[in-house]
């Protein structure tokens, strides 16, 4: 699977848009790109992924550039409860279940009142 | 939906004793289970892949005698860490792969081990 680097920590003001960055240059065709979360002493929350067209739930926006090799996950109205360890992971889809995860270092981020 | 549970969520246990830590999908039918382990200040690690029905595959360095991994029913993995020693202490996680290839997480077992 293709390697992720992100900045290790990021601060946001409460209310505001969070913005975080991810540069996945090596990512193959067949790769998505998925973000999770993880606040403290929890187990990692899924929140969004994609393959080459932007994505938004209800919790997240995913922003993919058009060449893949980065992409952006906002967090329009980010809380305090947002304050967590965010993960960027690429890996192959498509529906094979025995695909792992691989976690990097994340990107933590703190938002403050 | 897509809900994962683990039991129990702390355990303190002696040095030399064994511990079982279960692993469900409460909401969806998982064929792979994913069992990772997290060290302070550390990113998680995968320590073994398991399938429904047959044996689990280890990462390099994970010693499958002592990480005892059963994948029984589509809805359950447990993990039995066998005599355990005080760095085994670690908060071990499990995650389930739902059908549409994402994995959801449990929320996470933290084991002392005294």
């Known amino acids: 699977d293709a390697k992720t680097t992100q900045p290790p920590s990021m601060d946001c003001a409460e209310g505001r848009a969070a913005n975080l960055p991810c540069n996945h240059s090596?990512?193959?065709?067949?790769?998505?790109v998925y973000w999770y979360r993880q606040i403290h002493s929890q187990g990692p929350q899924y929140i969004i992924h994609?393959?080459?067209n932007n994505e938004t739930n209800e919790m997240a926006s995913l922003i993919i550039t058009e060449d893949r090799k980065s992409s952006t996950l906002i967090l329009p109205h980010a809380t305090l409860r947002d304050t967590a360890v965010y993960y960027c992971?690429?890996?192959?889809?498509?529906?094979?279940?025995?695909?792992?995860?691989?976690f990097g270092g994340g990107t933590r981020l703190m938002v403050k009142p | 939906g897509a809900v994962v549970s683990q039991h129990p969520s702390r355990v303190i246990c002696k040095s030399g004793t064994s511990v079982k830590i279960e692993c469900r999908s409460l909401?969806?039918?998982?064929?792979?289970m994913f069992w990772y382990r997290q060290f302070p200040k550390q990113s998680l690690m995968l320590m073994a892949t398991?399938?429904?029905?047959?044996?689990?595959?280890?990462e390099q360095g994970v010693e499958k005698d002592k990480f005892l991994i059963n994948h029984a029913s589509l809805t359950l993995s447990t993990l039995t860490v066998t005599s355990a020693h005080p760095e085994d202490s670690s908060f071990y996680i499990c995650?389930?792969?739902?059908?549409?290839?994402?994995?959801?997480f449990g929320p996470g077992t933290r084991l002392t081990v005294l």
């Open positions: 995650s389930a792969a739902s059908i549409t290839d994402t994995q959801y």
């Open positions: 090596t990512i193959s065709g067949n790769e998505y």
């Open positions: 994609g393959l080459k």
């Open positions: 992971i690429v890996r192959v889809g498509g529906g094979n279940a025995g695909n792992m995860l691989t």
């Open positions: 909401d969806f039918q998982a064929t792979t």
């Open positions: 398991s399938n429904e029905g047959s044996k689990a595959t280890y």
